[in-house]
């Protein structure tokens, strides 16, 4: 009964280091989504996967960049960490295919602090 | 102009009260709308999904969709302590088959 896992759950970075946010989903789910939240602020779609192979924007992608792996695997990655990306990292996906939106289901988050 | 909005709030009812959540949204091709819950330091949870006009009943929450006014409900009847949260309204981003835009959300408090 998994549904979205996220590693890791915190990390700490200095600035100017580089990690990969991992998640992964067992629900067969076709679409795959990277957020932020920030204290006090709604969620931010960084970046998302439609279907395994494709990739697009959101609306803060700056600054990180994404794999979708496989159906199961879509990560984050932040090449050179700013304090700015301190934040709240949700991944999530939906059974979503083009034809109607299905609601999306949300990991347990990583809590992202930079130095 | 955002395209989903929420009360902030905080929306405060005594226990036992029925609490209402309320969301307009811009988009009048919308056809799936989606309430969350997501406890302070937690994720978002999906609580409710709905697909049409009229009202849809899981237990104590009912959500509300009137889509010729263009706003979305959330009742929840016999309020608890335990429901204190923040509610986030969902809706289809416009032309967008996959991507949803949330509400900022309306922090709901219950007091015991």
């Known amino acids: 009964n998994a549904g979205v896992t996220q590693t890791p759950k915190f990390q700490v970075l200095k600035t100017g280091q580089s990690m990969t946010l991992q998640c992964a989903q067992d629900m067969n789910h076709n679409s795959m989504y990277w957020y932020r939240q920030d204290p006090g602020m709604g969620l931010r779609l960084i970046y998302y996967?439609?279907?395994?192979?494709?990739?697009d924007k959101g609306e803060v992608p700056n600054g990180y960049n994404v794999s979708r792996l496989n159906k199961r695997e879509f990560s984050l990655r932040l090449e050179s960490a700013a304090p700015s990306q301190t934040s709240v990292y949700f991944c999530?996906?939906?059974?979503?295919?083009?034809?109607?939106?299905?609601?999306?289901?949300f990991g347990d988050g990583t809590r992202l602090s930079i130095l | 102009q955002k395209e989903v909005e929420q009360n902030s709030g905080p929306l405060s009812v005594p226990e036992g009260a029925i609490a209402s959540l309320n969301c307009t949204y811009s988009d009048r091709g919308s056809q799936s709308f989606f309430w969350y819950r997501q406890y302070s330091g937690k994720s978002p949870e999906l609580i409710m999904s709905i697909y049409s006009n009229g009202d849809k009943e899981d237990g104590r929450f009912t959500a509300q969709l009137n889509k010729a006014s263009q706003y979305v409900s959330l009742l929840i009847r016999d309020s608890q302590p335990s429901d204190s949260a923040t509610y986030l309204c969902?809706?289809?981003?416009?032309?967008?088959?996959?991507?949803?835009?949330f509400g900022s959300g309306t922090r709901l408090l219950v007091r015991p």
């Open positions: 969902a809706v289809p981003e416009m032309d967008s088959s996959y991507k949803l835009i």
């Open positions: 999530a996906s939906s059974a979503s295919r083009g034809t109607s939106n299905q609601p999306q289901h």
């Open positions: 996967s439609a279907s395994e192979g494709t990739t």
